[in-house]
């Protein structure tokens, strides 16, 4: 019933047009122009909704890209207007408009100043990342990739903290280093297959060098994006200084988009240079997760620690999807390498909540407190139990404990890591203990013990409003810990598509 | 050689444009307005008739009408550059004009000489032989170098009027013995000649001697490094009003005549020129973002980036194929309607006695007024590069049309010095929104006009550049 309609156009365009709609009529009105922010996103997420209600399960149907859209957009290059989604797209899509929503009800008292542009601008946000989420045309994928710097290179630096200035140009130039170089890959791809179409791409035939080559550009695009260790210093600076709710946004689905990519780009276009070179990012994402967590142990900032603990999660994306082609190149063990894939698949979901719903309980203490160093906390459980309540449960899900979302993903990486290479899940393993060092040694901190000074003493415990976005967070990270089923259905035939193409590229 | 009266049809739209010319000059004698409302709008129509006629007129896509023993060619490539010209030209006026009257600069001179100097280009574009392209370049240059000491009582501005005027004679006088080179190895001034003859001529070094002097000169004139000294003094010493003439339209018109030349006269040695033309790339490109990183003067600043535009056009020079200038076309085009509204944006800041030439002078516009903020911030964005833009869409084309040449080392240097050039673009920015606007900033204008236009402008940045299809396919057909 939904199939007729453009339902990936009215994904992207709506919350654009929403974006124009608030500038226009929030000028003076903030109230007006929050409520309005807060229609359009709930709208989106509606038809994000009426997405996935949409979208074609059976194995036949989820073995294509669904809600097809192509309309030509550059007739001298051949560029499409094309929209197409897979059970991973819906499932990211699905993320962005649940986030985007929460995101927006917990702008809503801090933002005081320029109301009407902040909320512009998430939602400009919003439209651009589905569009990401959605493009099968390169150029379009592209278009929208760099277009999303803008509003966030505009929040970060207007809303933002201190250094708010040194850590958005710094986010926008390190990303724009690395999206460049993959148009160079994208034009030598466009010369030689003569359009911008993905699908093209991944039948260009390309030689071992030109796909060596090519999956370095893509690589260093992704890899900034993710963030991966060494090319991840951006992140902590741009999550400090931004305000909350850009934290949120770029912690939960911005950092998808590099994970995203690797399953669009690397692996379709480039299948052969991404097995060859799985052992690079392997071992990239594993210094991530031992190194990277090291170095959130020592922070005393609570949002660095966030963000580092972030870039050690997100490591597990990047080693799921890479020990999947180490497992098809050295075994041809499809079983585990889709387990791989899965898993990292189910981690980035997963992240998306409980890092938005990390930031967002940063959020709420830096409203009352405005400090985020730990030594000025000491037990808010006394004076905040609700919101300790939260908190702890989603440190459990950041630890990886069984029944919440962040064991699932971590979990499936880990069993298939073990079955490539023992080292590497043994490696990967010690997540769980620095991960729970890092995490618990917080809660600890800031939650737990004596109540620590004056202030704290005074906080008061969390409105209705942050109720229902923490609310919200905890019963995602709930229903996938629990019940993850839905959501490997949802993506498990589109990755079997994608595993199922690194055969044949092998062959 | 007899005279045919069917070339004056073809001439038609310059012939109108220079009627209309002197019938301002004598009009304005009898104008005693300060505001020179009737000088101002006759001018603008004059151009609009201009370009109405250029348009009417335009020969098929495909085909080239030719005056005058072929001295004088009307095809697409002539028909694109001139509608811009004329477009360009008519931006400057708008956006100059208020600035010119609160500085009591707005004499009837200005219109005169923007206008002698838009004939000047559409001559220039439309050159048919060495002559006709030496005419139109040195009725430009007169009437640039008297624009740039308008202000005689500044001394920087007149400064800057005598360097562009002896760097700008050296660069014609380069032009011109480089000229007389390719005639004497070929013995001919027409540039469909030269093009046939130059593979058998029977001194090949002539013409390669020949072809460096050109070069020179071209490089000049778009100001590509090492050949750009003028361009940041003139940029800065110029009135803004002037500056945004001659940053826009001009570089159309350079366009123009380094395709002539290249390609109409040259195009069977482009095996020699590519390589010169991808060294010039890659120095525009280093000198001119490094040092605009430098700049805290904003004129000074979108100087050098112009130079580093420059560099980004030559590559799509390099491909040496229809595609290729294609491209560059598109580049040029794109870089102009850009530089028009950034360039307009210092002149709504300016007041009487306060110049705005600083960067700082942005300082919190986001404040006073996110409207203008928000048009110059896709000014900025467009010239770094950033899609949805016109500018974006601009670079991957001549990207693509290098690479394709097989410059693949020539684009990756490109693209490395894009980065470095979004730094300066995003402190404009940074400036704009960020920083905190000074309690003695004045408040703007509300100049309508000027509002509009610039609005107008602006959109088309985003209009372009999520539907720029037409107009490159119209850049495309150009080159048929």
């Not at chain 1, 050690?312 to 890479?322: D, N, P, R, W």
């Not at chain 1, 698949?345 to 409203?367: E, K, N, P, R, T």
């Not at chain 1, 079955?419 to 490696?427: D, E, L, P, R």
Request: aromatic share 12%; charged share 10%.
């Amino acid at each position: 019933m939904f199939l007729n309609l453009p339902l990936l156009s009215t994904l992207i365009w709506l919350p654009m047009i929403g974006a124009i709609v608030v500038l226009a009529i929030g000028r003076n009105n903030d109230n007006a122009a929050r409520w309005a922010t807060l229609l359009f996103a709930v709208a989106t997420f509606v038809v994000s909704i009426a997405l996935y209600l949409g979208y074609d399960h059976t194995a036949t149907g989820a073995a294509t890209m669904q809600f097809i859209e192509l309309h030509p957009w550059i007739n001298a290059l051949r560029a499409n207007y094309a929209l197409g989604a897979d059970g991973i797209s819906v499932a990211l899509i699905g993320l962005t408009g649940f986030t985007s929503v929460l995101v927006i009800v917990g702008s809503w008292g801090p933002i005081q100043k320029k109301v009407s542009l902040y909320m512009a601008a998430m939602l400009a946000l919003e439209g651009l990342l589905i569009g990401v989420f959605a493009a099968t045309d390169a150029l379009l994928f592209y278009v929208f990739f760099e277009a999303m710097l803008i509003p966030m290179f505009i929040i970060i630096g207007i809303w933002g903290g201190a250094r708010r200035v040194y850590a958005t140009l710094k986010f926008f130039i390190y990303t724009f280093v690395g999206s460049i170089f993959m148009l160079v890959g994208l034009i030598y791809l466009h010369l030689k297959t003569g359009e911008f179409s993905l699908a093209a791409f991944a039948n260009a035939g390309l030689g071992p060098t030109e796909q060596a080559w090519l999956f370095f550009a893509f690589l260093i695009a992704f890899a900034i994006k993710v963030p991966m260790w060494p090319v991840h210093t951006w992140l902590p600076d741009a999550h400090v200084e931004a305000p909350t709710g850009g934290s949120v946004i770029l912690a939960a689905i911005m950092l998808k988009v590099g994970g995203y990519g690797f399953l669009r780009f690397s692996l379709p276009i480039t299948p052969d240079a991404s097995q060859e070179y799985a052992w690079v990012v392997i071992a990239m994402s594993l210094i991530a997760v031992v190194y990277i967590g090291y170095v959130a142990l020592v922070q005393d900032d609570m949002k660095k620690l966030i963000a580092y603990s972030s870039i050690a999660h997100m490591a597990f994306v990047t080693l799921g999807i890479f020990i999947a082609l180490a497992l098809v190149r050295d075994q041809n063990n499809l079983q585990a390498a889709q387990l791989g894939m899965q898993g990292a698949m189910v981690q980035m979901i997963s992240h998306g909540f409980v890092s938005g719903a990390m930031f967002s309980c940063i959020g709420v203490l830096y409203d009352r407190m405005h400090t985020r160093a730990i030594r000025d906390y000491g037990g808010v459980a006394n004076t905040m139990p609700w919101f300790a309540t939260f908190f702890v449960l989603f440190a459990m899900a950041n630890v990886g404990l069984p029944g919440t979302s962040g064991f699932v993903g971590e979990f499936m990486v880990i069993l298939a890591s073990f079955q490539a290479n023992f080292w590497f899940a043994f490696v990967a393993a010690f997540t769980l203990i620095i991960g729970a060092a890092y995490t618990l040694w917080l809660v600890k901190r800031v939650i737990f013990g004596d109540v620590a000074n004056e202030k704290v003493a005074k906080l008061h415990d969390i409105n209705p409003r942050e109720w229902i976005v923490l609310g919200a967070f905890a019963v995602g990270v709930l229903l996938i810990g629990l019940y993850p089923k839905p959501l490997t259905d949802l993506m498990d035939t589109s990755i079997q598509q994608i595993v199922g193409r690194l055969l044949l590229a092998k062959a | 050689m007899t005279f045919n009266p069917v070339d004056l049809l073809v001439l038609m739209p310059e012939l109108v444009l220079l009627g209309a010319t002197l019938l301002i000059l004598m009009l304005d004698l009898f104008v005693e307005q300060s505001s020179r409302a009737l000088t101002h709008w006759l001018s603008l129509l004059a151009l609009a008739i201009t370009a109405l006629l250029v348009c009417v007129g335009a020969p098929e896509s495909g085909e080239r009408m030719l005056a005058f023993n072929d001295m004088f060619i009307r095809d697409g490539v002539a028909t694109i550059l001139k509608v811009f010209i004329l477009l360009t030209s008519a931006l400057s006026l708008v956006y100059g004009r208020n600035y010119l009257r609160e500085r009591k600069l707005l004499i009837g001179e200005i219109y005169l000489l923007i206008l002698f100097a838009t004939l000047g280009m559409m001559l220039l574009v439309s050159a048919g032989s060495l002559i006709t392209v030496y005419l139109g370049l040195e009725l430009l240059t007169l009437c640039s170098y008297a624009l740039v000491a308008l202000n005689r009582d500044s001394s920087v501005s007149s400064e800057a009027a005598i360097k562009y005027f002896v760097l700008g004679a050296l660069a014609s006088g380069l032009i011109l013995y480089g000229m007389s080179m390719i005639y004497g190895a070929t013995v001919s001034l027409d540039l469909a000649t030269i093009h046939a003859s130059i593979g058998n001529v029977a001194h090949p070094n002539l013409i390669a001697f020949g072809l460096v002097f050109l070069i020179a000169g071209i490089a000049f004139k778009l100001g590509a490094a090492p050949f750009h000294m003028w361009l940041p003094d003139v940029y800065q010493g110029a009135p803004t009003a002037i500056t945004v003439f001659i940053g826009s339209a001009p570089k159309l018109a350079a366009f123009g005549m380094a395709w002539r030349l290249l390609d109409g006269a040259l195009g069977p040695l482009s095996g020699q020129w590519t390589l010169m033309l991808a060294i010039l790339a890659v120095l525009s490109l280093v000198v001119g973002n490094v040092l605009a990183i430098a700049q805290t003067n904003i004129k000074r600043m979108l100087a050098y980036s112009t130079i580093s535009h420059m560099g980004f056009l030559l590559l799509g020079f390099v491909n040496g194929t229809s595609a290729g200038y294609a491209a560059a076309l598109f580049y040029i085009i794109s870089y102009t309607v850009t530089a028009a509204m950034a360039f307009g944006m210092i002149m709504v800041l300016a007041r009487a006695g306060f110049e705005a030439e600083e960067i700082d002078d942005f300082r919190g516009l986001a404040q006073r007024s996110p409207w203008y903020a928000g048009m110059m911030a896709i000014a900025m964005f467009s010239l770094a590069g950033i899609p949805p833009l016109f500018g974006f869409f601009a670079k991957l084309l001549v990207l693509k049309a290098a690479i394709d040449a097989g410059y693949l080392w020539l684009a990756i240097v490109a693209i490395v010095f894009a980065i470095v050039g979004i730094f300066y673009y995003l402190r404009v920015v940074k400036v704009m929104y960020f920083d905190k606007a000074d309690e003695s900033a004045l408040a703007l204008p509300d100049d309508k006009p000027l509002r509009w236009v610039l609005s107008l402008n602006g959109l088309a940045l985003v209009v372009l550049g999520v539907a720029w299809g037409p107009l490159f396919d119209w850049c495309l057909r150009s080159f048929i």
